[in-house]
């Protein structure tokens, strides 16, 4: 391994990592804000930080994942799964989504991006999912179509549009959202993804109860 390499790693999040998790968040919730023309986010960074604080102290419940990127000894990403539920497309030659885990939130401090954190970010969870011998198919993630960084990351991890949307307010900001998804074994192959499923329906969102501040933020 060289020394760039060693540099890097994933690991579960803890109580301590919130602050650095809450950071990157409300920027990310900024960043996104912007890129569909909304107001600016009225957020406090501190009452996200402690959000994180008391979801980081309790044991999450079955599926639910919360790991951080490290660049060093410092945290520069993180990335929330939780349970989703399968998706009915109403389209002959689109595919039905099976259940799995939705990512609520896969974030990078933009000074670290183009550094592959994500991608291992990504690979932590599929691996994750594995060793605790998860039911889950699929991974599944709402994107805004404006986000053209995080459909093109998606787009090169395999994942594909699958046709369903849905409308929310993120902090004040109305927002469209696409889902895309992948098979789980093939999530992060590059491998192209799913075909696309052209569908007028609304998604809904996966199951709650993971209670973290990404399911109110995302």
């Given at each position: 391994m060289s020394n760039a390499d060693s540099r890097v790693s994933v690991r579960p999040a803890t109580a301590p990592d919130a602050a650095d998790i809450a950071a990157i968040q409300v920027a990310s919730l900024r960043s996104v804000a912007r890129a569909v023309g909304g107001a600016s986010v009225d957020v406090s960074p501190l009452e996200v930080q402690r959000a994180w604080n008391d979801t980081l102290s309790r044991i999450p419940p079955p599926g639910c994942s919360t790991m951080v990127a490290l660049h060093g000894s410092r945290v520069v990403g993180f990335v929330v799964a939780q349970p989703a539920p399968s998706h009915h497309i109403d389209h002959a030659k689109a595919p039905d989504i099976p259940d799995g885990l939705e990512l609520a939130a896969l974030d990078v401090d933009e000074r670290f991006r183009r550094s592959g954190h994500a991608s291992r970010m990504l690979a932590a969870i599929v691996d994750t999912a594995r060793e605790a011998g998860l039911s889950a198919r699929s991974l599944q993630v709402w994107i805004s179509p404006n986000d053209e960084a995080r459909v093109r990351?998606?787009?090169?991890?395999?994942?594909?549009?699958?046709?369903?949307?849905?409308?929310?307010?993120?902090?004040?900001?109305?927002?469209?959202?696409?889902?895309?998804?992948?098979g789980l074994d093939s999530a992060g192959s590059g491998g192209g993804g799913r075909p696309n499923a052209q569908a007028d329906s609304a998604g809904a969102r996966g199951p709650e109860g993971c209670d973290h501040p990404a399911e109110s933020t995302n």
């Open positions: 990351f998606f787009q090169s991890a395999g994942f594909a549009p699958a046709g369903l949307l849905r409308r929310l307010d993120v902090a004040g900001t109305p927002m469209t959202q696409h889902l895309w998804w992948a």
